[in-house]
């Protein structure tokens, strides 16, 4: 089973950017759907995006569509997610995950990074 890790967060200013990454290890990359979900005290985890495994299909919540992009890189066993024009809102702790389809609800996944933290500051 694929295992993920992220990188990249840290604190921004409201209409900034952050990028980070999410790196799977083994050489079953290529056999996962791969998301972003993320979670601010005291609410539930939030869907952010997923891509499937040909990155031809890319699912994005409404909340962030137009300000964050998705991207995976399969040489690297890598996927992006480039966060721009950020809110206050957007603070988070943001997760990795991994899966066989493309879906919206985390039960869907299977394999989890212990996530990195997002501030925006206003």
């Known amino acids: 089973q694929v295992q993920v890790v992220e990188s990249g967060g840290g604190l921004a200013q409201a209409g900034g950017s952050l990028r980070l990454s999410c790196a799977a290890s083994?050489?079953?990359?290529?056999?996962?759907?791969m998301a972003w979900f993320r979670q601010a005290p005291g609410r539930e985890r939030e869907f952010v995006v997923a891509i499937n495994q040909s990155g031809g299909v890319i699912e994005y919540a409404d909340s962030v569509k137009g300000r964050f992009t998705i991207s995976r890189n399969y040489n690297e066993n890598t996927i992006y997610l480039q966060m721009n024009s950020l809110k206050p809102e957007d603070t988070a702790v943001y997760y990795c995950?991994?899966?066989?389809?493309?879906?919206?609800?985390?039960?869907?996944?299977?394999?989890w990074g212990q996530g990195t933290q997002v501030t925006v500051s206003s």
């Open positions: 995950a991994a899966g066989k389809i493309v879906a919206t609800h985390h039960s869907a996944y299977v394999s």
């Open positions: 083994g050489r079953t990359f290529r056999l996962y759907s």
